[in-house]
């Protein structure tokens, strides 16, 4: 085998590894943006569990004052 040879195949093999690192850093960036975009997903669902908590209690209050309230 030529030196030449086994330096083509070096490169060829030098140029896999590339795209695979590519590929790699590639995929962890898609992730991070999943992860940011979960947590924004997580905070919504937060507010909005917040928000039917306060419509409750002003239903009750109606309730309440209506008379209508189960004792």
Do not use: F
Request: a positive charge; proline letters at 1%; zero cysteines.
């Amino acid at each position: 085998m030529s030196p030449q040879n086994t330096e083509k195949e070096m490169k060829k093999a030098n140029k896999v590894a590339g795209a695979e690192a590519k590929r790699r850093a590639k995929a962890a960036r898609l992730r991070t943006k999943a992860a940011k975009i979960r947590m924004q997903v997580n905070r919504y669902e937060r507010k909005i569990v917040a928000l039917h908590r306060k419509i409750s209690d002003i239903e009750r209050k109606a309730l309440i004052m209506s008379g209508h309230a189960k004792r």
